[in-house]
């Protein structure tokens, strides 16, 4: 079998996240943030997906996704519904999952060309 390393064509690249940290590129972050394939916004100020708002999310939003991939944590949790019907209102797709599954969600739309942001919650 032949394998042919490929290298992303986008800036930011998210190798690995858990419940504490994340890695984008090879910057260590410990606080949530908002990553897209070309634009990495730190110190997003959301410390639980429970009580997430469409406040919340503008930032994710301001990058006009089709879809939004939320790391919630180590754990699974949703927001609230109300949140997750603003979303589909505007036509965007709200996904929540575990940190580390996002990242690896996240790696394979931005890999894909799709036009996805996520946002990542760290207890930092």
């Known amino acids: 079998m ?3 390393l490929e290298n992303p064509d986008h800036t930011y690249f998210l190798r690995g996240a858990d419940g504490q940290a994340a890695l984008v590129n090879d910057l260590r972050l410990e606080a949530s943030f908002v990553l897209s ?3 990495l916004i730190e110190g ?3 410390t639980d997906v429970r009580g997430l708002s469409l406040d919340d999310l503008a930032p994710l939003l301001a990058l006009e996704p089709e ?9 699974q949790a949703f ?3 109300a949140t997750l019907a603003a ?3 505007r036509g965007v797709g709200l ?3 575990t940190n580390a599954a ?4 996240f790696n394979v739309l931005a890999g894909e060309g799709r036009r996805v942001v996520a946002g990542f919650v760290l207890p930092g």
Do not use: N
């Open 37 to 39: 394939p070309d634009r």
């Open 79 to 81: 927001p609230p519904p």
């Open 67 to 75: 879809l939004i991939v939320l790391g919630s944590g180590a754990s």
């Open 44 to 46: 997003w100020a959301v």
């Open 2 to 4: 032949q394998l042919t």
């Open 102 to 105: 996002a990242a690896r969600t």
């Open 87 to 89: 979303c589909l209102s």
């Open 95 to 97: 996904e929540t999952m």
